[in-house]
């Protein structure tokens, strides 16, 4: 094999992996899973376990499967909803409105509602009362929306590292590949 082709072939696989294999590796965590979210119907309410302290956000689930029923609700809540969240020793926890996060996986949509910080772990009532038309409503923790955010920019920075070092290699490459090809035109010389 000519002197530059095993550098070229890893600059190419560098670049194969940076461009197509480690974002389609890291975007497959990042569609949500669903097994920390307690989803439910409202209006309504629901127990949901809080494992350890921090902040815990209250979805509208505005595009959802649930129960084998399909939900395509406005993106915004109705006026009218009343929203009450204990903690474990049936206190009021404050509730923080906030409508800026949003996600979306497949044909699930959905939109924060607002978020509680809680200090305690243990069972947590919600409750929803008011509004005229069945929605969907899940409960998760913030670290799940964290997760997401340096998935996202970790993979961003770890594919473009791979894609970079795969072009300057393979350049490499090229450049080992023509000068040892101008050393064997030189050392050999050409029939008359």
């Known amino acids: 094999m000519k002197k530059g082709i095993k550098t070229i072939i890893t600059g190419s696989v560098l670049f194969i992996l940076g461009t ?20 439910f119907k409202v209006p309504g309410t629901i127990q949901a376990v809080i494992d350890k302290p921090g902040r815990y956000y209250l979805w509208n689930d505005y595009r959802t ?15 009218g909803l009343e929203i009450k969240i204990k903690d474990s020793n049936g206190k009021l926890l404050d ?33 929803v009362s008011g509004g005229n ?23 961003f920075a770890i594919a473009a590292l791979f894609a970079l070092a795969g072009v300057g290699i393979t350049i490499w490459g090229i450049v080992k590949l023509v ?14």
């Open 95 to 127: 509730f923080v409105c906030n409508s800026y996060n949003s996600t979306y996986s497949g044909d699930n949509a959905r939109k924060s509602i607002g978020y509680v910080e809680t200090k305690n772990v243990g069972k947590v009532d919600i409750e």
């Open 20 to 39: 197509f294999v480690i974002p389609f590796l890291c975007v497959i965590p990042l569609f949500p899973d669903g097994s920390k979210d307690v989803q």
């Open 65 to 79: 499967i649930y129960k084998g029923k399909s939900y395509n609700r406005s993106e915004s809540i109705p006026d």
């Open 133 to 155: 038309e069945e929605r969907i409503f899940s409960f998760s923790s913030s670290s799940n929306l964290l997760k997401i955010i340096v998935l996202f920019f970790g993979s």
């Open 179 to 192: 000068n040892a090809n101008k050393k064997d035109g030189q050392a050999t010389p050409l029939p008359h």
